[in-house]
C-alpha cells in the first residue's frame, strides 16, 4: 500500500540555521508533491510545488528537493527564524485527474531564539 | 475572500447524537474535499466532490458517514450516529484546476468532541 513518511516527529533548532525536514514514500509515483504549514488551530496553508520532472523549486527562504529516484523530498528553510515555528506537512498526489492529496503526519518544527 | 468557511469551530455532542458539519468553498473553485485530521493517523482524505458531484468516497469510514453537497456554495458533513472515536478535527477544503492548480485551500477546522 501507498506510505508516505515524514522521518521525524519534531525538529528543533537555533534561529539561523538551516531546518532541512524529510518526506519519503513508497509503493507511489506521484506526479507532484507538496509542501504545507499549519499552525496551531488552523487548517494547513500551502507553501510550493514540485512536480516529478523537477528537481528544485525555491520560494524566498524555502527550498524543496524532489528525487524520485530515492522517492524522497527534501524541504528547506534557510536563515530560519522563531516565526518559522509550525508544523509542516508534505502531500503527494493521489493521481487521477484531480490530485486527491495524500498527507504525511508532519514534522513539528521548533526555532528557538 | 473571505477563504473556505466552517461551521461550526467546536462541537461537543454525546455518543449517539447526530452531527452536521458545514463548509462554504471560495467563490469559483469547483473541487470541494472533506479530510479528517488525528493524531495518531494524521490528515486523511474522507470525500471529494467535483461540481456538486461525490467523486470518491473512498476514505468515508462507515455508512455512519455522509457527505452532500446540494449547489456549489455549500457543503455538509453529516455523522449519524455519532462515536467517541469519530473526535478529531475535520477540515474542508476546495480548490479549481486551471486557476490555483492543484494547491488546496483549507478552512480552519471544526474541532469535533464526542463524549
Known amino acids: 500500500s501507498q506510505k508516505i513518511e515524514q522521518n521525524s516527529e519534531a525538529l528543533n533548532i537555533q534561529e539561523g540555521k538551516t531546518a532541512t525536514l524529510t518526506c519519503n514514500y513508497t509503493n507511489y509515483s506521484p506526479a507532484y508533491l507538496q509542501w504545507y504549514r499549519q499552525d496551531p488551530g488552523r487548517g494547513p496553508v500551502f507553501l510550493l510545488l514540485?512536480?516529478?520532472?523537477?528537481k528544485e523549486k525555491r520560494k524566498e527562504r524555502l527550498k524543496v528537493t524532489f528525487d524520485t529516484t530515492l522517492k524522497q523530498s527534501l524541504f528547506h528553510i534557510t536563515a530560519s527564524q522563531p516565526a518559522d515555528s509550525a508544523t509542516y506537512l508534505c502531500?503527494?498526489?493521489?493521481?487521477?485527474?484531480?490530485?486527491?492529496?495524500?498527507f504525511g503526519k508532519g514534522t513539528k518544527l521548533s526555532v528557538k531564539p | 475572500d473571505a477563504g473556505v468557511i466552517q461551521s461550526p469551530r467546536h462541537e461537543v455532542t454525546e455518543m449517539g447524537q447526530e452531527v452536521t458539519l458545514r463548509c462554504k468553498p471560495i467563490s469559483g473553485h469547483d473541487y470541494l474535499f472533506w479530510y479528517r485530521q488525528t493524531m495518531m493517523r494524521g490528515l486523511e482524505l474522507l470525500i471529494y466532490?467535483?461540481?456538486?458531484?461525490?467523486?470518491?468516497d473512498s476514505g468515508m469510514p462507515e455508512d455512519r458517514f455522509s457527505a452532500k453537497m446540494p449547489n456549489a456554495s455549500f457543503s455538509t458533513l453529516k455523522i449519524q450516529p455519532s462515536e467517541p472515536r469519530d473526535s478529531a478535527v475535520y477540515f474542508c477544503?476546495?480548490?479549481?484546476?486551471?486557476?490555483?492548480?492543484?494547491?488546496?485551500?483549507f478552512g480552519p477546522g471544526t474541532r469535533l468532541l464526542v463524549l
Open positions: 514540485i512536480r516529478e520532472n523537477e
Open positions: 477544503a476546495s480548490n479549481a484546476l486551471g486557476l490555483a492548480g492543484e494547491t488546496q485551500y
Open positions: 502531500a503527494l498526489s493521489g493521481g487521477g485527474s484531480q490530485g486527491n492529496l495524500i
Open positions: 466532490f467535483n461540481n456538486n458531484v461525490p467523486i470518491d
